[in-house]
């Protein structure tokens, strides 16, 4: 198999020419980019082309309006959710996930790949790319690319940050990348791995005085966007703990439905802080997500209860799973201390390894908690 992406670049948009060449191919084993713009219906025009092409189509995936509500389907449920698109003058990032057709996901399988461009691309992992380029590549790696075109580009030895000039940035860059650098050599150091992240900001300015933050994760890139007309220490530190929370994803275990979201999330949410910040700080979060939880007029619903839909459509639902397990992971680490945290780096180190889906059964032996069943299946309030 060989995967062609050229990508042509103009102003704010990108036009990506995908074409795959293969002597035996369904075209049923591609996904579709799942967010931005107009790619919902995709899959019924894709052409083939003759028994050798399987697969070519050309498709814009941004657009230069700042807030478009698009429609697209995560497991089978249909979300409209607003996007503040990752797109401004002189500067396009996505990831692949975001903004490719990419093969489905078999790690195992490795196939050639060519980009090209019109103007220099910069792709995390890859490097700098001025026309074309040939790779190997596995659909474990190109599922954790970031491709960025801008005119700027930070780097400092493992984490790459990209930002737009003519943004609003409230923090200074090169301070953040240092604080980010030393939580990111402790994950290395811990969880065994040698991570390289691409952070993107997009900022935007407001009408409001509030501080609204969002970010993506799950992928070795981390797409992140700050929207606030106000420049804070509270800010300042929000933004950091927000992009390690996004950077812990790459650590933490991934794959998952959202009954094991409290794990995913919340142990993210736990951990981020927990490896970044000093005694004071950590403290004040513990009260402030600790009382979150507890005044969260879901926090006893069993665990069964959470479905996809719930949790994509409820806010509070959703935010539960984030504080409920910050809290578990806290009782855990006042129970166990370092023993929950050797335990929790086994068990995503086993995960990695096997490549399984997340199972609740298996998560309790490695937590070896008498209460996993009371505080995370049934839903007994946690006493921390
Ligand atoms: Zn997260």
């Known amino acids: 198999m060989h995967i062609f992406y050229d990508f042509a670049i103009n102003n704010d948009n990108v036009i990506i020419d995908?074409?795959?060449?293969?002597?035996?191919?369904?075209?049923?084993?591609?996904?579709?980019?799942?967010?931005?713009?107009?790619?919902?219906?995709?899959?019924?025009?894709?052409?083939?082309?003759?028994?050798?092409?399987?697969?070519?189509?050309?498709?814009?995936?941004?657009?230069?309006?700042?807030?478009?509500?698009?429609?697209?389907?995560?497991?089978?449920?249909?979300?409209?959710q607003q996007h503040h698109a990752f797109s401004n003058k002189n500067f396009i990032v996505f990831n692949s996930l975001n903004g490719l057709i990419l093969p489905k996901y078999n790690t195992n399988k490795k196939f050639n790949i060519t980009f090209s461009t019109n103007k220099i691309i910069f792709i995390s992992g890859v490097g700098k790319?001025?026309?074309?380029?040939?790779?190997?590549?596995?659909?474990?790696?190109?599922?954790?690319?970031?491709?960025?075109?801008?005119?700027?580009?930070?780097?400092?030895?493992?984490?790459?940050?990209c930002y737009d000039p003519n943004g609003y940035l409230f923090i200074e860059p090169n301070y953040m990348i240092r604080k980010i650098n030393k939580f990111i050599k402790l994950c290395n150091k811990l969880f065994g791995k040698d991570a390289t992240f691409l952070i993107s900001y997009t900022d935007q300015k407001v009408s409001t005085n509030g501080i609204s933050t969002f970010g993506s994760g799950h992928y070795m890139g981390v797409n992140f966007s700050v929207m606030s007309n106000k420049k804070s220490n509270l800010l300042n530190s929000e933004i950091f703990i927000y992009l390690c929370h996004e950077l812990f994803h790459f650590y933490n275990v991934k794959k998952s439905s959202v009954n094991q979201k409290w794990l995913t999330e919340g142990f993210t949410e736990f951990f981020c802080r927990f490896f970044s910040l000093n005694t004071d700080d950590f403290e004040n979060e513990i009260t402030k997500l600790s009382n979150n939880y507890y005044n969260n007029k879901y926090k006893n619903v069993k665990n069964s209860y959470i479905t996809e839909?719930?949790?994509?459509?409820?806010?509070?639902?959703?935010?539960?799973?984030?504080?409920?397990?910050?809290?578990?992971?806290?009782?855990?680490?006042?129970?166990?201390?370092?023993?929950?945290?050797?335990?929790?780096?086994k068990m995503c180190k086993y995960y990695k390894k096997s490549n399984n889906e997340l199972d609740n059964k298996i998560i309790k032996k490695f937590f070896n908690d008498p209460n996993f069943e009371n505080y995370i299946i049934d839903g007994k309030t946690i006493v921390s």
């Open 129 to 161: 790319i001025n026309k074309n380029h040939t790779m190997l590549c596995s659909c474990d790696k190109l599922y954790n690319l970031m491709f960025v075109y801008s005119t700027k580009w930070v780097d400092v030895s493992n984490t790459v940050v």
């Open 309 to 345: 839909n719930k949790y994509w459509n409820n806010h509070e639902l959703r935010q539960l799973c984030y504080t409920k397990g910050f809290t578990y992971a806290l009782y855990l680490y006042k129970t166990q201390k370092d023993t929950f945290i050797k335990n929790f780096i």
């Open 18 to 80: 995908f074409k795959c060449i293969s002597n035996n191919l369904e075209k049923n084993l591609f996904n579709l980019p799942h967010s931005y713009g107009s790619a919902n219906n995709l899959f019924n025009d894709i052409v083939v082309l003759n028994s050798n092409v399987i697969i070519h189509y050309n498709y814009l995936i941004h657009t230069t309006k700042k807030n478009i509500t698009v429609q697209y389907t995560f497991r089978n449920i249909n979300i409209f």
